[in-house]
């Protein structure tokens, strides 16, 4: 049975106080006993709070150097978060849009990710992204994990139907068979089963629905009765 995974971005938001509110409700209201994986990416400066509370999720970051670590100002690489997480998000389309991020630094992050064995899970809205990424890091297939995101999707409000969604996702497996494939684009608890239920997909990736506590646990029990 494949291992179904709820994964959080909360992206760019929340101040201490807030990820501290958000991480006492969690742990007040979290469902127990769960099937499910879930994976949290807040941001570098709240890694430390998780670090001191025990709750029942896996925890990723957002994005990563492309060097190693060594003299690069401004820069967090693997090395220092892989005590803190397990996962991390690479090549997210706010990050291709905003950040210029081409599918070569892409490939050199999924290299020093792997390189430490934690686990990257890169975001692509179209099968040549995830083509490229082959041809570069064809090991990605072994270790890597997928976020199937199409723009148009991302916090409009609009989701790309599940059935579509398994659709690209099926054409993305003749890629790299062996990753897991989330979905992600405008999830909330109200459509998430139906994203769960489709074949070539093991999962959710969800922004908007990962900021209000409240309603990512929702979510994560409606994920989970499926
Ligand atoms: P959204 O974002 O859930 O707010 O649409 C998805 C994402 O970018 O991960």
Redesign the pocket.
Known sequence: MKQLIVLG?WKANKTLTEAEDWIHFYKNNYPTELKLKVILCPTFIHLGLFSTTNLSLALGVQDISQFPKGAYTGEVSVDMVKSLVDYVLIG?S?RRKYNNETDQIISEKVRQVLREKLVPVVCVSNVVQLQKLMELVPEFNKFGML?Y?PVS????GKPKSPEDANIMAHKLHEVAPDVQILY????KSENVASYIKQSDLSGV?????SLEAEAFVRLIYAADRG
């Not at 999707?153 to 409009?156: E, K, L, Q, V």
């Not at 992600?184 to 999830?187: D, E, K, L």
């Open positions: 971005n997210h706010e976020l995101e999707a991302i916090g409009s992600g684009g405008s999830v990736g969800v922004g908007g629905a």
